[in-house]
């Protein structure tokens, strides 16, 4: 009996002793957890932009007058050479001796204007020609691979380019042709009001066929020489203009790829960018704080099909690629935290976390490029806090 009672008292303080140690032990700590993959990691720099019309043409009035109403509305289509709004010319300014002579000379600027954008246009002609064989040279020496792919990418590039600069060119002839036309039937309405004939009215004229943008002076009116009164351009022909702080733009490079996204559409689109003006300028942001800021013009690569229904002026968000990689080993960026002059991360090895430095390099906001130190598959703790250290216990939220 005093046997038994001493190996219960002893099973008793047994039970006790490791209850109390149980008790006093320290407990896992609960933390989030994360796995290091591998995948597609890209880092981009991301800003508002809006859409516009690639080649616009602001129509204005060419002489002082009245003008009747305009009957078109924004959207429609207009033909070169259709009539888009009638001036009815002033008599007493048209009878001013000045005036005349004035309109004389109009004739004369607007001739030479037009053999100056004949010029442009046969050396814009002559680029185009040269990028072409350019072009054709660069294929042969790819078949025999004397150039390199990118090379054969250059050339066609560049003859897309000057094949673009020579329609544009076109383009302004046309302009330069309606100018002259505009100022010869001016002179030509001073001369019969100067013989006592009827007056006539002035019609303007479209350049180029494209679609009616925005009507600035619909009503009837006075009107002063050159004021605007209408816009026209081709609404397929559109670019994306973003405004970027300075810091980022020394990053964006011609033809760096753009993401155009939340702009309504299902999917977003790609583009290219085509031009980084070379001037800033100074914007107030939301906050009131000064932003150096810098225009980058932005090309749709996507078929038209995709971006069919944006217009001139629309918002889209354009997500500049800096750096892309397909197979990136990467971990997310909430899991680092400093250590010295390194970073490091918190593995977990069994149920216990392990300080491991890490080695990084492209950091893509939530997700960060891993050069050393982990592998694939190994768990993390994300958001470590003052409670993780070297060695704790922890256990999956």
Do not use: C
């Not at 289509?77 to 001013?96: I, S, T, W």
């Not at 605007?228 to 733009?249: C, F, N, Y």
């Not at 704080?289 to 944006?310: G, K, T, Y």
């Not at 909430?334 to 491991?356: C, K, P």
Request: proline content about 4%.
């Amino acid at each position: 009996m005093r046997l038994r009672a001493t190996f219960g008292m002893l099973a008793t303080a047994a039970v006790v002793a490791a209850g109390l140690a149980i008790g006093f032990m320290p407990r896992a700590v609960p933390v989030d957890v994360a796995v290091v993959k591998r995948g597609p990691l890209a880092v981009t720099v991301e800003e508002e932009g809006k859409t516009r019309v690639t080649e616009r043409y602001q129509v204005s009035a060419p002489v002082a007058g009245y003008l009747r109403r305009i009957g078109l509305e924004a959207g429609d289509a207009v033909k070169a050479g259709q009539v888009l709004a009638v001036v009815e010319p002033a008599r007493a300014v048209a009878l001013d001796p000045r005036t005349r002579a004035q309109s004389q000379a109009q004739v004369s600027a607007a001739r030479a204007t037009l053999a100056a954008a004949e010029e442009k246009a046969r050396a814009a002609r002559a680029d185009a020609q040269l990028a072409q064989e350019e072009r054709v040279r660069t294929e042969s020496l790819r078949q025999s691979n004397f150039v390199s792919q990118q090379a054969l990418d250059t050339a066609r590039t560049a003859e897309t380019r000057t094949r673009a600069a020579e329609q544009a060119a076109q383009y302004t002839v046309r302009v330069a042709r309606f100018d002259l036309d505009t100022a010869r039937a001016a002179a030509a309405s001073t001369a019969r009001l100067q013989a006592g004939s009827a007056a006539d009215v002035l019609q303007v004229r479209a350049p180029v066929a494209a679609h009616v943008l925005r009507l600035q002076q619909e009503s009837e009116g006075a009107v002063a020489a050159g004021q605007p009164l209408l816009e026209i351009g081709d609404p397929a022909s559109l670019e994306v203009e973003v405004e970027v702080l300075s810091t980022h733009a020394v990053k964006i490079a011609p033809g760096s790829k753009v993401i155009l996204d939340r702009w309504g559409g299902d999917q977003a689109v790609e583009g290219r960018v085509r031009v980084v003006e070379p001037s800033g300028f100074t914007k107030i942001s939301a906050l009131g704080v000064e932003e150096q800021r810098v225009r980058v013009i932005v090309d749709f690569a996507s078929p038209r099909e995709a971006w069919a229904r944006l217009g001139d002026g629309y918002r889209v968000e354009a997500r500049f690629v800096l750096w892309e990689g397909q197979d990136v080993l990467q971990l997310p960026t909430s899991a680092l935290f400093r250590q010295g002059e390194g970073w490091a991360a918190f593995a977990i090895d069994g149920r216990r976390a392990r300080l491991t430095p890490v080695e990084i390099g492209q950091r893509a906001g939530l997700d960060t490029e891993v050069l050393s130190g982990l592998k694939v598959g190994d768990a993390v703790v994300e958001h470590p806090d003052e409670t993780i250290r070297d060695g704790v216990r922890v256990k999956p939220r």
